[in-house]
Nanobody, 123 residues
């Protein structure tokens, strides 16, 4: 099965920075879009940033100009550089990847999720 593991979360003061990473492992034919989502207490899960296999990016308006998403296709890894963090950025951040499986691999092509990493920004 495919596994996505996030790392880099933690506690930071407002104005600080964190860099999240997410590595996908397993028998993967290819990965199309990869993205970061977040969910704060009492709120719906929202898309934070998305990056295609070709490097095109999209950002939520709330993070544009502060966050940067990037990926290393050779490592099946996506990153999220978060600068100028605000308390409202506090959430569990989830990595998502649309993974194309091999025929006969035993798992389906589709969206896969990491377990989440907590980001807490204090004021």
């Amino acid at each position: 099965q495919v596994q996505l593991v996030e790392s880099g979360g933690g506690l930071v003061q407002a104005g600080g920075s964190l860099r999240l990473s997410c590595a996908a492992s397993g028998r993967i034919f290819s990965i199309n879009a990869m993205g970061w989502y977040r969910q704060a207490p009492g709120k719906r899960r929202e898309l934070v940033a998305l990056i295609t296999s070709g490097g095109s990016t999209n950002y939520a308006d709330s993070v544009k100009g502060r966050f940067t998403i990037s990926r290393d296709n050779a490592k099946n890894t996506v990153y999220l550089q978060m600068n100028s963090l605000k308390p409202e950025d506090t959430a569990v951040y989830y990595c998502n990847a649309h993974i194309i499986s091999y025929i006969g691999s035993g798992y389906p092509t589709g969206d896969y999720w990491g377990q989440g990493t907590q980001v807490t920004v204090s004021s």
